[in-house]
């Protein structure tokens, strides 16, 4: 069974870092392109950072440009979330996002994962 498994999440005071990771269990044969995404209590899941199968692209929601920086290690299965200069409105869990290629299957599965949870103090 294919998993994304995040970690990384936790209390923080305002203008502290955090670094989300995210693996991919099970057989697998990769990830294509992958994300984070976040909710904040009572908002809708809204993307934080993308990333291409290769690194090559990436995109940023405006309120995390300058300050988050999203990369992998295809080689680890594994996406990352570096996060810096954290607001309080960066609050929320924090959902990993990956389309996976699966050995016997023509087309990547897109998975998610549980979630982290990132909180902010003032």
């Known amino acids: 069974q294919v998993q994304l498994v995040e970690s990384g999440g936790g209390l923080v005071q305002a203008g502290g870092s955090l670094r989300l990771s995210c693996v991919a269990s099970g057989s697998i044969l990769g990830i294509n392109s992958a994300g984070w995404h976040r909710q904040a209590p009572g908002k809708q899941r809204e993307m934080v950072a993308v990333i291409t199968r290769y690194g090559t692209t990436t995109n940023y929601a405006d309120s995390v440009k300058g300050r988050f920086t999203i990369s992998r290690d295809n080689a680890k299965n594994t996406v990352y979330l570096q996060m810096n200069s954290l607001k309080p409105e960066d609050t929320g869990v924090y959902y990993c996002?990956?389309?996976?290629?699966?050995?016997?299957?023509?087309?990547?599965?897109?998975?998610w994962g549980q979630g982290t949870q990132v909180t902010v103090s003032p």
């Open positions: 996002n990956g389309s996976i290629r699966i050995p016997g299957k023509l087309w990547p599965v897109d998975s």
